[in-house]
């Protein structure tokens, strides 16, 4: 009798909170609704009901709109409706937006243009077309977005990138930059990944993906930073990588994840991952050369709690004991 009873328990238990869930999702829609209606109606949202001994078709436009009898010369200024969405505190309306995606974002900031400030000033992550001609609209753009921590340049292969001197302009305008994800930028070289490092000190993740710089864009970065935690590389390719150099630098004493995807150059990652002290998730996917000693010396590492391999080179006897020691 106990089983069943227990059952039933947890039956209404989750019933419950799946009606409190679909509950807060029809009362959020509910006051997007809301908001758009008494903007474009400049209707209250506390109309007086007139008593029933009044004639309805005495009662002017005016009174029906507002508040009461006698607020009408509130609601109506020189004959353009009142505004009812100017009473809400621009903290308060830009926590709304944040709970809306980037299509219902775009369209609310049309709405006036309060709402095209508010919306610009709170936006924290942009993902952009980051073709050659995104450099005449960096000013702008990042005018009005100019709290934006999390940034996503991304190009076609058809089409030619963005620059150093965009990659630059952009950090200069984005110094609180945490987060960026860089995808078929081929025009980018160490130059511009330099520049990035240099503006940007806050920048704790980087996600590179089908670029040219090669192993010099990447050493600029982590050799001029010491905050950064995440470092992702996928389909890197450098004219100069066939040199034997090696990333290293400041950044090997903050990094926590290196994800190492599709690299005919992989050795020159291999004093980076093994000078990364406080390394906790290693990620290696089809990447040439041999990690016999890079994981052998991982291995020891007191930190590490992932290893993640897949068509690499190594010795399986090798494998087993570096997984042992951590």
Not at 82 to 105: H, K, N, S, V, W
Not at 125 to 131: I, K, V
């Given at each position: 009798m106990l089983k069943p009873y227990i059952s039933l328990q947890l039956h209404r238990f989750f019933s419950f909170h799946?009606?409190?869930?679909?509950?807060?999702?029809?009362?959020?829609?509910?006051?997007?609704?809301?908001?758009?209606f008494f903007h474009f109606m400049g209707q209250s949202p506390s109309t007086s009901v007139p008593s029933p001994d009044?004639?309805?078709?005495?009662?002017?436009?005016?009174?029906?709109?507002?508040y009461g009898y006698g607020d009408s010369s509130d609601d109506f200024n020189g004959g353009s409706r009142r505004d009812y969405t100017d009473e809400i505190p621009d903290e308060c309306l830009a926590g709304i937006l944040q709970f809306l995606d980037a299509g219902d974002r775009k369209n609310c900031s049309v709405v006036s243009?309060?709402?095209?400030?508010?919306?610009?000033?709170?936006r924290q992550r942009l993902s952009l077309n980051a073709e050659a001609k995104l450099l005449d609209f960096v000013p702008s753009l990042f005018a009005r977005f100019?709290?934006?921590?999390?940034?996503?340049?991304?190009?076609?292969?058809?089409?030619?990138?963005?620059?150093?001197?965009?990659?630059?302009?952009?950090?200069l305008r984005c110094k609180n930059l945490t987060r960026l994800k860089l995808r078929g930028c081929r025009e980018i070289t160490e130059i511009g990944m330099?520049?990035?490092?240099?503006?940007?000190?806050?920048l704790k993740k980087l996600s590179i993906v089908s670029c040219l710089f090669g192993v010099k864009g990447i050493h600029a970065v982590v050799y001029n930073s010491d905050v950064i935690e995440e470092l992702s590389v996928k389909r890197l390719r450098?004219?100069?990588?066939?040199?034997?150099?090696?990333?290293?630098?400041?950044?090997?004493?903050?990094?926590?994840?290196?994800?190492?995807?599709?690299?005919?150059?992989?050795?020159?990652?291999?004093?980076?991952?093994?000078?990364?002290?406080?390394?906790q998730t290693l990620k290696l996917i089809g990447c040439v050369g041999n990690w016999d000693l890079t994981l052998g010396t991982?291995?020891?590492?007191?930190t590490l709690v992932e290893i993640h391999l897949e068509k690499v080179q190594m010795l399986v006897l090798l494998l087993l004991q570096s997984v042992a020691r951590c």
């Amino acid at each position: 009798m106990l089983k069943p009873y227990i059952s039933l328990q947890l039956h209404r238990f989750f019933s419950f909170h799946a009606f409190l869930s679909f509950y807060n999702i029809v009362k959020f829609h509910f006051l997007s609704v809301f908001l758009f209606f008494f903007h474009f109606m400049g209707q209250s949202p506390s109309t007086s009901v007139p008593s029933p001994d009044i004639n309805r078709r005495d009662v002017s436009n005016i009174n029906r709109f507002g508040y009461g009898y006698g607020d009408s010369s509130d609601d109506f200024n020189g004959g353009s409706r009142r505004d009812y969405t100017d009473e809400i505190p621009d903290e308060c309306l830009a926590g709304i937006l944040q709970f809306l995606d980037a299509g219902d974002r775009k369209n609310c900031s049309v709405v006036s243009r309060r709402w095209l400030r508010v919306e610009g000033e709170s936006r924290q992550r942009l993902s952009l077309n980051a073709e050659a001609k995104l450099l005449d609209f960096v000013p702008s753009l990042f005018a009005r977005f100019d709290s934006v921590s999390k940034l996503a340049l991304r190009c076609n292969r058809k089409s030619t990138s963005v620059n150093d001197d965009a990659m630059i302009l952009i950090s200069l305008r984005c110094k609180n930059l945490t987060r960026l994800k860089l995808r078929g930028c081929r025009e980018i070289t160490e130059i511009g990944m330099l520049g990035l490092a240099k503006n940007c000190k806050n920048l704790k993740k980087l996600s590179i993906v089908s670029c040219l710089f090669g192993v010099k864009g990447i050493h600029a970065v982590v050799y001029n930073s010491d905050v950064i935690e995440e470092l992702s590389v996928k389909r890197l390719r450098g004219d100069n990588d066939e040199d034997g150099e090696s990333v290293y630098g400041n950044g090997c004493s903050s990094l926590k994840s290196i994800c190492l995807k599709e690299l005919a150059n992989g050795h020159s990652f291999m004093q980076l991952i093994i000078g990364s002290k406080k390394l906790q998730t290693l990620k290696l996917i089809g990447c040439v050369g041999n990690w016999d000693l890079t994981l052998g010396t991982v291995g020891k590492l007191n930190t590490l709690v992932e290893i993640h391999l897949e068509k690499v080179q190594m010795l399986v006897l090798l494998l087993l004991q570096s997984v042992a020691r951590c």
